[in-house]
């Protein structure tokens, strides 16, 4: 048995499976991100290992599965932002999700002195306003007391991993979002000196392997979660890595979508191309690179939409009426309307440089609700299309796979399938972070002889949808419109209050 522990930017999942990828059970608690400021979004890192053990027991107390059973354990977590610690190992302050946008100032002001450009060289991307390296710029700036205190940088999954295990580490799929160089996918002192980070450079973790066992359960965590002291635990990788192992997708080729919190569009290649519209990371393994396209625009705004439109519906629901999605699948149902209004979906954040907002435009007095659900579903996927086309020009797709944002209902598979002009597959499993990094672990307790053996023994497609001709040209039609608006108002975007 295998325990993969998925740590979001608003939930987190522990999940069991046996050897053949059957998921045996779930459990999940929302996590408390706190909003201390505009833009900020934080995690306080000591009640989000609570919230994680707690999933752990609960997973265990649901399946009856004793902890001796348990083999290995994978621990994923979003990638990006940054949680810290001091020399006792404490947590220093409230860790940084990647969903926070404080330190957009920092990422002009490194734009116009050329640092993006130079860092691009040194890193294959530019780092994100929510990257490590600019949040612990921003730190330095504004927090000077917590920045001299910092004695270990780690990143979600490596904080509840050294909760779990007493291990400060990282892997090299973490720790290629921020520091390493990406030929030989190493830490380079030149990079934390670009960004004025050189005190830093003892805070760095260790890099170890994702697949390999680098600890053990601790008496203390096994008193909080049930599990047994000594149990192996995994190095463990970056969530949307962790995700494209759980969708079989190891090779270059394929397309692996999470349609979550973030638009996340990535492929794996065998050879180094940098461009600033991806971050060309650590891939699964040795000269091996994960190209990223990524922006915190997809399902994320139809959650929004849901909650302001759909309030009547929700309370009915909660009260035991007739299901929210009943209603949902009515509203879309309705026929398309050739006048239909576009929704630009960057409430969040979006693929451009500049403090983007969220808008409907064509928007007219016979549009309905239903008209307006289907453009923010349309607007999300059409934020896949952009980082798809992105990553297309470089890179051959044939095929992808997606998970998250409902992407699993037929109706909302078939219209990705339409709107990116390639066949689309649903898997199996419904926790396919939480399994991709148990099947890792898997790897490093010696139960699979591989990552291809784990996957093809444990990734199964349930669903696989063929792009309609007719519906890809109208959705080719719509995403010219969808782009060209966005270009068009770019100049009325407002930057968000400056954080001081």
């Not at 107390?61 to 902890?67: F, K, L, Q």
Request: aromatic content about 8%; overall charge negative; glycine content about 10%.
């Amino acid at each position: 048995m295998l325990l993969g522990l998925d740590c979001g930017s608003t939930a987190i999942k522990a999940a069991l499976f046996d050897e053949t990828g059957r998921t045996v059970g779930i459990a999940g608690h929302r996590t408390a991100p706190v909003h201390p400021a505009p833009g900020f979004v934080e995690q306080d890192p000591d009640l989000l290992w609570k919230t994680a053990a707690s999933a752990i027991r609960d997973v265990l107390a649901r399946t009856g599965i004793d902890a001796a059973a348990i083999a290995g354990i994978g621990v994923t977590g979003h990638g990006d932002g940054v949680y810290l610690a001091d020399r006792h190992g404490r947590a220093l302050g409230n860790g940084i999700q990647s969903v926070d946008s404080r330190a957009h100032a920092v990422t002009a002001a490194w734009r116009e002195a050329g640092i993006l450009d130079e860092a691009e060289r040194l890193t294959a991307q530019r780092p994100y306003p929510y990257a490590a390296t600019t949040l612990l710029a921003w730190i330095k700036q504004y927090q000077p007391e917590r920045y001299h205190h910092i004695s270990h940088v780690m990143f979600c999954k490596d904080w509840l991993r050294f909760r779990l295990a007493g291990v400060f580490a990282t892997d090299p799929t973490d720790a290629s979002t921020a520091f390493t160089e990406p030929h030989r996918q190493g830490y380079d002192t030149a990079i934390l000196s670009l960004f004025g980070l050189d005190a830093l450079q003892a805070a760095l973790p260790p890099v170890l392997p994702s697949a390999g066992c680098i600890g053990r359960v601790t008496e203390e965590a096994a008193q909080a979660t049930g599990l047994l002291a000594g149990t192996p635990v995994s190095g463990g990788m970056h969530d949307v890595t962790a995700s494209a192992v759980g969708l079989g997708n190891l090779e270059p080729g394929s397309l692996s979508i999470t349609a979550g919190t973030f638009s996340i569009n990535e492929t794996l290649s065998d050879r180094l191309v940098v461009d600033p519209r991806w971050a060309a990371r650590a891939g699964l393994r040795p000269g091996q690179w994960m190209n990223m396209s990524i922006s915190p625009a997809s399902s994320n705004n139809v959650d929004w939409f849901l909650a302001q439109a759909y309030r009547a519906e929700i309370a009915l629901a909660a009260q035991g009426g007739p299901p929210l999605w009943s209603q949902i699948e009515a509203d879309l149902a309705e026929p398309p309307r050739p006048d239909a209004p576009i929704f630009h979906p960057f409430l969040y954040g979006s693929p451009y440089s500049e403090p983007a907002s969220a808008s409907f435009l064509g928007l007219r007095s016979w549009h309905t609700r239903a008209d307006m659900l289907k453009a923010v579903i349309e607007g999300a996927v059409f934020n896949h299309r952009h980082h798809a086309d992105a990553l297309a020009s470089a890179f051959p797709l044939e095929r992808a796979g997606i998970t998250g944002g409902g992407s699993s209902a037929p109706r909302t598979a078939q219209f990705f399938a339409d709107a990116l002009g390639m066949p689309v597959e649903i898997p199996e499993a419904t926790e396919i972070g939480a399994l991709g990094v148990a099947l890792v672990a898997g790897v490093g307790i010696g139960l699979y002889e591989s990552l291809e053996d784990a996957t093809g023994r444990a990734c199964r497609v349930t669903g696989r949808y063929a792009p309609d001709p007719a519906r890809h040209a109208e959705l080719n039609r719509r995403f010219r419109r969808y782009q060209a608006l966005a270009d068009a108002v770019r100049p009325f975007w407002t930057a968000p209050a400056a954080a001081d």
